[in-house]
């Protein structure tokens, strides 16, 4: 049982959550939860009634004991980061309110999570998109905008990011495009026929004059394009193909590095085209293995 002091402390807790940080009432609702089921393990841990004073006793093994609990149930790494996190918020806030020391719980550390892998479109699903994605708007130009950044990225490996911040001093395309990436740092991509190709249909019927300056890809009204209009066209186009949420403009970059390893290209220079710092990275989006690792390793340097 739960004291009603700590329950009106949670309570008030609760509302300045709601005021001051704007929460909605789902997340309130998930809070409330994370800490009720806390204090009531708590209780059976302890035998004892939950109250202001038997919280400020929590110590280091009591949270080692909880967190034990919840992935015994089941529990996610995921959702336990969640409760922790609400845990210690309420937590910080009762300590300040009673004079209490916090350690115990603020030290204690959710397990890692495992990395999510990004999950590239298979070669098929991944053409049927680019095909569909220009099947979608009801103007030939928006057609084509949408289809040449697709193209963009999955035959460039770019980001949405970076192809939406290409300008008129792109044009016209060459073999070999040179990208700006994150902190600044450039690249030299390869650009496919068909890229050049559907950049080139774009920019002939293109409404606006094509700047140097200026933003490459145009909104309707003729400002920069939003990557949520190129998110929503792939979301039209992955419902109508019956492919799953994954299946993002994110996703289709990672398409061009599995599929370009697929079909033996280097790991090194994956890594390089993407413009990935770390070579874990690129093991990351290309869903590469040990034994694929070393496959490719073997081949950068064969024993004599």
Sequence with gaps: MISPALRDALVRWLDQRR???????ATIEAYRADVLGFLAFMQGHHGESQGLAAVARITVADMRAWMAHERGRGLAARSLARALSA?????????E???FEPTAVLA????????????PLAEDAASEML???????????????????????????????????????ALPLGRALVIRGKGGKERMVPVL????????????????PIERDAPLFRGARGGA?????????????????????????HALRHSFA????GAGGDLRAIQELLGHASLSTTQGYTGVDAARLMEVYEKAHPRG
């Design 19 to 25: 005021a001051l940080d704007g929460a909605a009432e």
């Design 87 to 95: 845990v210690k918020g309420f937590y910080r806030w009762l300590a």
């Design 97 to 99: 309110r009673e004079g």
């Design 108 to 119: 204690a550390r959710a397990p890692k999570s495992p990395p999510r892998l990004p999950r």
């Design 131 to 169: 095909t569909r994605v220009g099947l979608q708007a009801a103007e030939p130009w928006i057609a084509a905008r949408d289809t040449a950044v697709v193209t963009l990225l999955y035959g460039c490996g770019l980001r949405i990011s970076e192809a939406l911040g290409l300008t008129g001093a």
């Design 193 to 208: 026929p068909a890229a050049r190709e559907a950049v080139e249909s774009y920019v002939a019927i293109c409404p606006y």
């Design 225 to 249: 394009l939003s990557p949520r209009l190129v998110q929503k066209a792939m979301e039209q186009a992955r419902m109508q193909l019956g492919l799953p949420a994954s299946a993002t403009p």
């Design 258 to 261: 599995t599929h370009l390893l």
